[in-house]
């Protein structure tokens, strides 16, 4: 069993590479820079966001956050996990240079590539800070918003990690962030690989758990905005598994979700919560249109 600490060593290191290597490399492995040949679990493209820069997209994502976000101009965005700037740089596209996008990292390299990025394009706004989001180095009652991108699942205390979200929001704030879920016990060699870890599988803790760390910290109105399966070819698998513990697993119907989770922090203007409640509603009634999709609808009982 490898410690928390490091296991955040192990993840440090490989997004450290990974910020160094070019996006073709990244494009051709696992979640970024691994041992997993062609695989890449973002089957969304950004490329059609506005904000959209090709040079902070490093392939690393696992949604569209952002998308999902309501994010207002003049918001003080920040953004969990944030790599080379990729969502920093799609939000600050929505909070205008009115607003404020603070991304927060804690691979050295990957706070320097995006920094670079965001000199380049000249945003004054956008700014990266380098710590660990378990305890972020922003002031609490900061955020209108918080997005993250793939993140969480590489993170040792999800719960440490909520209870910070709802320490940087402002009452009546929210948050969407794109993750990875089970549903189901992954087999033990995929949970215990380091390297599979900085993969995003490995990491990724129960749906329903991952829920309830959620409502611990507080927060109120919870939806799924989107859920989709991850499905990881027999290839990769094999690499960890043997063919009989992977007929195994297959039977087990054990699912990996990339999933896109919104709540909000109670408080605030009640105007403001009141505009918010509506619009949730009229997603709730979108996703309840799309439920045989995989959605989480109102009173489906999954969320
Ligand atoms: C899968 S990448 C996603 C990057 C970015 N969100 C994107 O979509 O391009 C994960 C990022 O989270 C960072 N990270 C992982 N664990 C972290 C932690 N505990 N605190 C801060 N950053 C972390 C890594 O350094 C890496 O840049």
Redesign the pocket.
């Known amino acids: 069993m490898i410690n928390e600490e490091a296991l955040?060593t192990v993840?440090?290191e490989k997004?450290a590479e990974i910020a160094l290597q070019d996006k073709t490399t990244n494009a051709s492995s696992c979640?970024?820079s691994g041992p997993c040949g062609t695989y890449t679990i973002m089957s969304d493209t950004y490329d059609h966001l506005n904000g959209y820069h090709a040079d902070?997209?490093?392939g690393?994502?696992c949604g569209l956050p952002t998308e999902f976000a309501h994010i207002q101009p003049g918001d003080t965005v920040v953004?969990?996990?944030?790599?080379?700037g990729?969502?920093c740089f799609v939000a600050r596209a929505e909070t205008g240079p009115g607003g404020k996008v603070i991304g927060?990292?804690?691979?050295p390299a990957?706070i320097n590539l995006a920094r670079k990025n965001a000199d380049r394009l000249g945003y004054n706004n956008v700014e990266f800070r380098e710590?660990?989001?378990?305890s972020m180095p922003v002031a609490d009652a900061t955020a209108d918003v918080v997005v993250?991108?793939?993140?969480l699942n590489?993170?040792p205390n999800k719960v440490n990690v909520f209870q910070d979200i709802f320490r940087v929001l402002r009452p009546g704030g929210h948050f969407s962030i794109s993750d990875v879920v089970l549903i189901g016990d992954l087999p033990e060699k995929l949970r215990d690989t380091a390297e599979m870890y900085a993969g995003?599988v490995s990491g990724a803790i129960q749906k329903y758990d991952y829920l309830d760390a959620i409502r611990k910290a507080g927060f109120e109105n919870l939806v799924v905005q989107k859920e989709k399966p991850i499905l990881i070819p027999d290839e990769i698998l094999l690499e960890y598994l043997s063919p009989e513990e992977l007929k195994a697993f297959v039977e087990s119907k054990t699912g990996i979700f990339s999933i896109t989770v919104y709540a909000e922090k109670p408080g605030g203007d009640p105007e403001v919560y009141k505009q918010k409640t509506e619009k949730r509603k009229l997603e709730l009634r979108n996703l309840a249109a799309e439920a045989g999709k995989g959605c989480c609808a109102p009173d489906s009982g999954c969320c």
């Open positions: 955040k993840v440090r997004y979640c970024g902070a997209d490093l690393l994502g953004d969990l996990g944030s790599g080379a990729n969502d927060v990292d804690f691979t990957m710590g660990d989001i378990e993250s991108n793939c993140v590489l993170v995003c």
